[in-house]
């Protein structure tokens, strides 16, 4: 989930006229993409949040981490901005809005579906991920994905399709596909070939009937 999450805030920024460096230390902006399974990882970003903090830069603080623990991980982390996974459709206004006024906040509500009218695919990359749902219904025991990500709900049908030619049309060998199945999430593997007979057909093979399902 975090991986398309990070890469689809990537290119959203990168449309918007920001520019991406390797180097942390040219960077104004950092933006830290977090897990909220693990404690380890929690600490991980919140120590690098107060250490980019510590370098004068703007830090913003993304991903599950930041939807769980909003105002208190504001707090904690020094960030300027905490985000939540649900309202990443306003991501640049929240960005654009803290420009102008340097108001530090923590915004997780709702406030929309996040998804690209044209993804782009990088040089060298040959498999991508494409979102059929968000968040979970189920509340299985010490998982956490229904507090981080919400409840359960599916992506417009056509919009999924349209992603997929997109990255068929950009040459790329694999799409995965995040599904929840049951009460897992897999990522199901479709080799080029299944995705031409997609392209094609879109309304053949079982599985992919499912992006029928609006």
């Known amino acids: 989930m975090n991986e398309l999450d990070s890469e689809l805030i990537r290119q959203k920024l990168i449309s918007e006229g920001f520019i991406e460096v390797q180097d942390e230390k040219k960077a104004e902006l950092i933006l830290i993409n977090t897990c909220s399974v693990r404690k380890k990882a929690e600490e991980k970003a919140i120590h690098f949040s107060r250490q980019m903090k510590n370098n004068n830069k703007t830090?913003?603080?993304?991903?599950?981490?930041?939807?769980?623990?909003?105002?208190?991980?504001?707090?904690?982390?020094?960030?300027?901005?905490?985000?939540?996974?649900?309202?990443?459709?306003k991501l640049i206004d929240i960005l654009l809005d803290f420009e102008r006024k340097s108001t530090k906040r923590a915004i997780c509500e709702d406030l929309g579906i996040f998804q690209l009218k044209n993804r782009k695919v990088r040089e060298g990359e040959f498999s991508s991920f494409v979102n059929i749902q968000h968040g979970c219904d189920n509340f299985c025991t010490f998982c956490v994905v229904p507090y981080t990500r919400g409840r359960e709900f599916s992506r417009n049908a056509m919009d999924i399709l349209n992603e997929?030619?997109?990255?068929?049309?950009?040459?790329?060998?694999?799409?995965n596909w995040q599904l929840k199945e049951g009460i897992e999430t897999n990522l199901i593997k479709f080799e080029i070939n299944f995705v031409k007979d997609f392209i094609k057909n879109p309304k053949t093979g079982k599985i992919l009937k499912i992006i029928y399902l609006d």
Do not use: F, P, W
């Open 59 to 89: 830090v913003v603080m993304l991903g599950c981490l930041a939807q769980h623990k909003g105002e208190e991980l504001l707090k904690v982390s020094k960030a300027d901005l905490v985000i939540g996974t649900r309202s990443y459709e």
């Open 164 to 175: 997929i030619k997109q990255q068929y049309l950009n040459n790329l060998k694999k799409i």
